[in-house]
């Protein structure tokens, strides 16, 4: 069974430091985009981050300086490195890849809870 498996979150005061991970397992040909999404309460799922196959990333403008995502091919894991919290960044946030398996196929987490106390 194909899935995505996130670890990493937690309760952080403003200005700590967390670091997620998302590893895809099961049969698994290839991995195209990655990224990460959070959704806050009664809020609409948004783009935090995502890194293509080659490397290339792009950040949602209000993480910009403070997050930083990568991945390691050879494990099919993505990593979102997240400095300098803020109480706004509070949310559950839900990994996103692409992944080869009969075809290509969009994935999710189950999500992992994020809280930045003030």
């Known amino acids: 069974q194909v899935q995505l498996v996130e670890s990493g979150g937690g309760l952080v005061q403003a200005g700590g430091s967390l670091r997620l991970s998302c590893a895809a397992s099961?049969?698994?040909?290839?991995?195209?985009?990655m990224g990460w999404y959070r959704q806050a309460p009664g809020k609409q799922r948004e783009l935090v981050a995502e890194?293509?196959?080659?490397?290339?990333?792009n950040y949602a403008d209000s993480v910009k300086g403070r997050f930083t995502i990568s991945r390691d091919n050879a494990k099919n894991t993505v990593y979102l490195q997240m400095n300098s919290l803020k109480p706004e960044d509070t949310a559950v946030y839900y990994c996103?890849?692409?992944?080869?398996?009969?075809?290509?196929?969009?994935?999710w987490g189950q999500g992992t809870q994020v809280t930045v106390s003030s």
């Open positions: 996103n890849a692409d992944l080869f398996t009969a075809g290509i196929k969009d994935y």
């Open positions: 099961g049969t698994i040909f290839g991995v195209a985009a």
């Open positions: 890194i293509t196959s080659g490397g290339s990333t």
